[in-house]
């Protein structure tokens, strides 16, 4: 029997369904089992009903065992539900329901979204409270400590910046796995990775701490070298810490916990709070004191992660009895985490070259560059958690297609509605920008003449940012970290050929993004694509006809 489509109600169909029931019922063979159903069931938290019918041709007490056999071996099951997502099966909507279901799943995602992002956004804000802090209790031992904190955050910076590659990556994995134990397996593995790269961070930092010093400009002949080296070499040791902090923030956000993350940035914050004034003044450490209560800090935040990773069993368990091929897990963690250090690696370069080209232009374009890269990185905060929302939820719902097709079209109404109204607030607040950064009017004329493409950018990298979220909760590490990769190349060959700070933001930066949201849409398609190709396989192998979804 071929199930098709029909524009009928719900209720039509299911007096359908009946009334063939019953002209099956008049055939010579007796038919048992028979059910007919009507029950509200909740999909993506929307009342759908559900109409089910199954029949069974069973033989009858006359017939001979050879017939009995031919009824058995011919019976027949006929299903119907009227659930959207089941490819193949019947479906039938009027526009009422449709109005409604699509304003619950709108709400829905909202309230999703909104739960992840806005804890992801208070645990990005933490780093910038961190160096704050530390910022603030230095400058007040005098320009040489503040001079060196510079410089060694500059190195802290791209240390663990790169770093933070795994968060995105242990995200992805675990929200994706299929069973809980895989979850529990990739967690573990992913930490026991961080700490191999912790290790290796801590030994780099240790043993070539000096000579980075000198990369940056700082001999052993500078009055910056001590100061640097105090801060540098005590606080290096949090570097595993540091690692493992990036891999079990993950690990939360990958099991729907993003408020974890926030509560041990919240700890690390009060801790450095504490400790930065009580080390470095009254027990005379100075900028040691600043680094070892950073370092205390860092330490603090890992013993919470490391305490709410047990109470919450996200680690394997005695119990676990399932097999899991750890080769494969290992090389999955290894791919993402490789290609995703590789996407970052190269942001970081960028951006460091649009810094050392500004740097070259003199000190007012650096100084007009400075205020810029602050602004645009605040703002970028905030579009950042919606990147984190979008990967997560992506990576949970891959297993079902039409939910994944649904979370995309929303996602892009987000990113383009929260990219509008940040173009409008850069644009609407430009003027009152240069007055609170600095008094000189050269440096003044420069930031004014950014703004605008600043303003402009916020809607493109609003939609990257959300793009590359739902690619990669889709997976899509490597083609991301190879787009991302000649994005860069591209982007600084046209920094090569700016001559200005304008020309650095009015046209570099925009090709750059420009390059890395097409990069983006390419990578969401590829989701799309894979999740079609999973569809029709699906149905094929239970020998259904997939019915498209309007």
Known sequence: MKITNHDSSTRSVQVGLILASALLLSTPNAVQGFSTTTTITRSLDVPIIKSSISLRALPSQSDSPSNSENAMDSSTALSYSNAEYMPGMLKTTDASSVELKSARVQHQWTKQNLAIAMPALMGLLADPVLSMVDTGFVGRSGPI????????????????????ASTVATTSLVGSAET?????????????????LGTVVLLALRLGGPHMLATMGVSKSSP???????YLFARCWAAPAVVGLVVAEGAFRGNDDSKTPLVASGIAAVINLILDPLLMFPLGMGMAGAA??????????????????????LLPQPTDTTTINKAKVIRSILGANMAMLAKQGSMLVFYTAATALATRMGPMHVATHQVALSLFWLVTMWLDSGSISSQVLMSKNMNTPAKARSLTKYMVKYALLQGLAFSALVGGIGKFVPGVFTSDATIQSLILRCLPHLAVQQTVVSLTLILEGLAIGGNQFRYMAAGTAVSTAVGVAALCRATSVVGIWGSAVNIFFALRLVNAIIGVARVHMGLNRKERMESENNGLEPVPVS
């Open 224 to 230: 910056l070298f001590k100061p640097a080296c105090d």
């Open 180 to 196: 809980e134990e895989e979850k529990r397996q990739i967690t573990k593995l992913s930490l026991q990775f961080a700490g191999v």
């Open 292 to 313: 070892v209560a950073t370092a205390v800090s860092q330490f603090g935040a890992a013993g919470l992660y490391g305490w709410r990773l047990m109470k919450r069993r």
């Open 145 to 164: 400590n503040l001079a060196a904190l510079g410089v060694c955050t500059s190195i802290f910076h791209m240390a663990f910046t790169v770093f933070r």
